[in-house]
T-cell receptor, first 116, second 113 residues
């Protein structure tokens, strides 16, 4: 049973380009979370999705950022017109139960975005 | 502001010693979880303690929770060099609008061989 798969592991973009990060949750998991981590800092919540629904996007900037988790295929975090401040590690996590029902999160290895 | 804040920010000990990390949080919680992160890797779940529990053990790990003080501690006994990592606490909601884990700032543990 494969774990949470994220790709790409490393991504380099120039200012103004788009970054697209993918996450395949663990088999059977329908809850997906995206977090951002800056160097030497903790994880900041961005968005929580279930299949075809955004449940909580309170941590995601209103502009340039979007996320989806379609019925088929991976969850996608999309950053348009990237700026240097977007450089960070983006982690995806999935869970079998939602956090309210004490769901443990399983994390991917992260996608490290560098904006030149 | 951070829901969880770990203390100390960094800790350096010798192999065989015990390591204690503390976490404080601000709001009511349903559960509190501890995660470990090796450098450049994703987080790995260590242990979960519910709000109605006071102490929990898992191997060399011991977690306590004091909801009156809104604090938790993680104790790693007989530490090994392989325990070198960052450790994060994360709090789960109390049934309100939030439905996500909020992570603290982390404690960087270095175990010297």
């Amino acid at each position: 049973n494969a774990g949470v798969m994220q790709n790409p592991r490393h991504l380099v973009r120039r200012r103004g380009q788009e970054a697209r990060l993918r996450c395949s949750p663990m088999k059977g998991h329908s809850h997906v979370y995206w977090y951002r981590q800056l160097p030497e800092e903790g994880l900041k919540f961005m968005v929580y999705l279930q299949k075809e629904n955004i449940i909580d996007e309170s941590g995601m900037p209103k502009e340039r950022f979007s996320a989806e988790f379609p019925k088929e295929g991976p969850s996608i975090l999309r950053i348009q017109q990237v700026v240097r401040g977007d450089s960070a590690a983006y982690f995806c996590a999935s869970s079998l139960l939602d956090v309210l029902n004490t769901g443990e999160l399983f994390f991917g290895e992260g996608s490290r975005l560098t904006v030149l | 502001s951070q829901q969880g804040e770990e203390d100390p920010q960094a800790l350096s000990i010798q192999e065989g010693e015990n390591a204690t990390m503390n976490c404080s949080y601000k709001t009511s919680i349903n559960n509190l979880q501890w995660y470990r992160q090796n450098s450049g890797r994703g987080l790995v779940h260590l242990i979960l303690i519910r709000s109605n529990e006071r102490e929990k053990h898992s191997g060399r790990l011991r977690v306590t929770l004091d909801t009156s003080k809104k604090s938790s501690s993680l104790l790693i006994t007989a530490s090994r060099a392989a325990d070198t990592a960052s450790y994060f606490c994360a709090t789960g909601p109390d049934g309100g609008a939030t439905n996500k884990l909020i992570f603290g700032t982390g404690t960087l543990l270095a175990v010297q061989p």
